[in-house]
């Protein structure tokens, strides 16, 4: 990882997912608590940290033909100017960071994200967010096609169930060529030019799974 060229980017941390509302995160305090080190690390380390936020007009609902088939106004997300839709207050950007909103999964479709990484010089990507299978999932596979290395916080990613997060976060990692996984503690090690540990994607599915080697591949990583 080159310090030098990395940002931290923090994918859809909003208060809908939090216990008890519409779409509960599992572990999401302690999720948001190990986000929050990181970003903190980034910011001591004069890193850059690109706050990714999903924020839908009500003129943009259109764009969503076949899911405003299932959606009733009680299931909504995102809904632009609501609370759910604000950022969580335990991560939320300072002033001067950057915040890209989108309407798509990836925080690369019909964004500025692209152009603002190009502008920062930044290749390497230290990629913290919800949900792991849909959002970040989605945002992680077209950095990785469009050329950046991406390195996953493993413990700072989730999704409804700790169960999703680990499978979501092994289809990541079986393409997540030129990059790796590791902990919230070791990348405040990495932000702060210190050793540290992480796993390193060497080969395309390298971490083939079974229902019986979901848990123990994960916490391999």
Known sequence: MNI????????????????G???????????LANAALVIDAARGAGIPVIHVQAWI?????GNYALLNETLTDDLRY?????????????????????VIRKRWPSAFQGT???ETLERLGVR??????IWTDSCVRASVFDAVYGGYHVWLVKDACGSATDTMHRVGMLDMV???????????????????????????????IGLPYTLETINPLYDSL
Not at 79 to 98: Q, Y
Not at 189 to 203: H, I, M, N, P, Y
């Open 57 to 61: 007009e009500t003129h943009e609902r």
């Open 112 to 114: 500025e994200l692209a």
């Open 78 to 98: 995102a809904a632009a100017g609501s609370n759910g839709a604000d950022i969580c207050e335990e991560v939320e950007p300072e002033l001067g960071e950057t």
């Open 21 to 31: 509302e519409t779409y509960p995160v599992e572990n999401y305090d302690r999720i």
């Open 124 to 129: 390497h990507l230290l990629v913290t967010g």
């Open 174 to 204: 079986n393409r997540l060529y030129g990059g790796g996984v590791l902990s919230s503690a070791e990348a405040v090690k990495a932000l702060a030019g210190e050793a540290f540990r992480s796993w390193k994607c060497t080969r395309p």
């Open 4 to 19: 030098g060229e990395t940002a931290v980017l923090a994918i859809d941390f909003q208060n809908e997912s939090r216990a």
